[in-house]
């Protein structure tokens, strides 16, 4: 059984760097035909994709974020991270790692709280 | 970007009640379609995969049927468990999109 956990700041200043780490545990990062994702939920809104990081390393972003994200994974510990940069109040959400076969995510961590503000 | 619309965006119904929650894609996405169900608080939870499997561990009541660019999610007998917002997601081409989800309350 897969599970994931999100941990970083949960307060972050207008304009700098977010980064958020998922250790996932149950399954490796580097094997299998896994999908590791990225999700946000602002307050009251729905989901939104913000990428994934595939077992080979590729990666996809959604093209809304795509100047601003980096999906990356750490095989040595069993991790993927997130860096949203140059965010706005409008990045403030809950954020989400996702993993499952074939795109669909049928393996949720906990949610994290995200909040831009100076 | 492919666009998920659900409707309805907003659904009342009594308990023992069937409902049907439609999903409609702005382009053919085959049966790379998902449903997740979502309590306030929580993560989703995966339902239904590729239109129509339905995921280890979820009660039969729960079904999906569709593709191309038209899918449906039925619960066959609501239980007060399943009073949540249910959202749809496309799977076929990234942005791996989300319909806007469904909000279904008790009557």
């Known amino acids: 059984q897969v599970q994931l956990q999100e941990s970083g700041p949960g307060l972050v200043k207008p304009s700098q760097t977010l980064s958020l780490t998922c250790t996932v545990s149950g399954g490796s990062i580097s094997s299998g035909s896994y999908y590791w994702s990225w999700i946000r939920q602002p307050a009251g809104k729905g989901l939104e994709w913000i990428g994934r990081?595939?077992?080979?390393?590729?990666?996809n972003y959604n093209p809304s974020l795509k100047s601003r994200v980096t999906i990356s994974g750490d095989t040595s510990k069993n991790q993927f991270s997130l860096k949203l940069s140059s965010v706005t109040a409008a990045d403030t959400a809950v954020y989400y790692c996702?993993?499952?076969?074939?795109?669909?995510?049928?393996?949720w961590g906990q949610g994290t709280l995200v909040t831009v503000s100076s | 970007d492919i666009q998920m619309t659900q409707s309805p965006s907003s659904l009342s119904a009594s308990v023992g009640d069937r409902v049907t929650i439609s999903c409609r894609a702005s382009q053919s996405i085959s049966n790379y379609l998902h449903w997740y169900q979502q309590k306030p608080g929580k993560a989703p939870n995966l339902l239904i995969y590729t239109a129509s499997s339905l995921q280890s561990g979820v009660p039969s009541r729960f079904s999906g049927s569709g593709s191309g660019t038209d899918f449906t999610l039925t619960i066959s007998s609501l239980q007060p468990e399943d009073f949540a917002t249910y959202y749809c997601q496309q799977s076929y081409s990234p942005p791996y999109t989300f319909g806007q989800g469904t909000k279904l309350e008790i009557k």
């Open positions: 990081i595939y077992t080979s390393g590729s990666t």
């Open positions: 996702a993993s499952g076969v074939a795109a669909r995510l049928n393996y």
